[in-house]
Structure formats: C-alpha cells, structure tokens
C-alpha cells in the first residue's frame, strides 16, 4: 500500500524567505502527484500537478519538482509571505485513488 | 460558478442516528471521492465512485454507506454503526482521462 510522508510536520518563518516542503512516497508506480493548500477548516486547493512524466512545474512563486524513481517531491515557496500561512498537503494516484501525506503547518511570520 | 458543494457546513449527530452529507458537483466530472479527515491523520479515502451506479469501498469503509444515482450527485450517509463519526468530511471529484482532483469546502461532523 502506498504511504505517503511529509517533513516538516511544521514550519515557521520569518516573511521573505525561500522555503522548501519535502513529500516521499514509498511506491513509484504512480500517475502523477498534486500539492494542495488548506485553510483552517475549508476545504483543498489545488496548487500544482505533476504528472509523472514531468519533473517540475511552476506556478507564480511555487515550484515544484518530482524524483519518481526515488519517491519524492518538493514544494519551493518563493518569498514567502504571511498570506501563504497555512496547511500543504501532497497525494499522489498510482490509480483510481489519491493518497494523502499528513501536511505540513506552515506560518509565515510579518 | 462550476464546483463542488457540500452541504451542511455544520452537522450534529445524536448517537444512534443516521446522518447524510451532500456533495454536489456541476463539473460533469466522472469521478467521485469522499475523504475523511481527522488531526493529525492525513486524509482518508471512505468511498469512491468512477461512474454512476458503481461506487467503490475505501479504506475506512465501515459504518458509511454511499450511491451514486446521478453524476452530479455522491451523498454520504453516516450510519449509527460508525462508532467514531465526529470529523471533518471532504468530498473531491476527477473527471476522467484528467489527472487533476478538485475539492468541496466540507462538512464538519459532531456528535452531540
């Protein structure tokens, strides 16, 4: 079954730093890998979408990268900011099903 | 607007009762998700459903039951035989051949 991992469990930074959120997962077998926000007590955002033949993509000051051989992801947040405070969440989807890492609490700090 | 709507955003359960969760989507997305989301526990998948009349069991199936009548429409029913209902519910649809899943703001599950 594939377990997902995601460190830091939680972060926080002084406004203006570059930061990176790690996620691994323990099969490569997948089709593709998704990074989303959540607030506190809403729903997921999706942020970005890695398919599994793509090692990177962009989205404004996000980044992020996928190894599939060695099972990992990270997130880059360019000069953070305090409106960037908040819960990032990987899955992945070797299938028809998403698996989920536990998150990361970010707080950015004005 | 196209997107997921979950109703209600509040839900108190007596126990013993059956509760239902609405989700609703107007994406004319094929696949449909629900998740369960506890502190500290990561998302967990209860049902899935790529078409309709067809619907899967996920890992935490027990004590739920789902249907899938319409596309559009995944509603979850939480029956007295979950033993432990009080958490954040989530639902999330896919449309098929596209990788990306899109979420419900969710319904939040107390048991009074």
């Known amino acids: 079954k594939q377990e997902v991992t995601q460190i830091p469990a939680a972060l926080s930074v002084p406004e203006g730093e570059n930061l990176v959120l790690n996620c691994s997962f323990t099969d490569s077998a997948i089709y593709n890998l998704q990074w989303f926000r959540q607030d506190p007590g809403k729903g997921l955002t999706s942020l970005l979408l890695i398919q599994s033949s793509q090692r990177e993509q962009t989205s404004g000051r996000l980044n992020a990268s996928l190894d599939k051989s060695s099972g990992r992801s990270t997130l880059y947040i360019a000069a953070s900011q305090p409106g960037d405070s908040a819960t990032y969440l990987c899955a992945v989807r070797p299938g028809n099903q998403f698996y989920f890492g536990t998150g990361t609490s970010l707080t950015v700090i004005p | 607007d196209g997107g997921i709507t979950q109703s209600p955003k509040y839900l108190f359960r007596k126990e013993g009762q059956n509760v239902t969760l609405s989700c609703e989507q107007n994406l004319n997305h094929d696949a449909m998700y629900w998740y369960r989301q506890d502190p500290g526990q990561g998302l967990r998948l209860i049902y899935y459903s790529q078409i309709v009349n067809d619907f899967q069991k996920g890992d935490i199936a027990e004590g739920y039951s789902v249907s899938r009548e319409k596309k559009e429409s995944f509603p979850l029913t939480v029956t007295s035989a979950q033993k432990n209902p009080t958490a954040f519910y989530l639902c999330?649809?896919?449309?098929?051949?596209?990788?990306?899943?899109?979420f419900g703001q969710g319904t939040r599950l107390t048991v009074v």
């Open positions: 999330a649809s896919r449309y098929r051949g596209m990788a990306e899943a899109f």
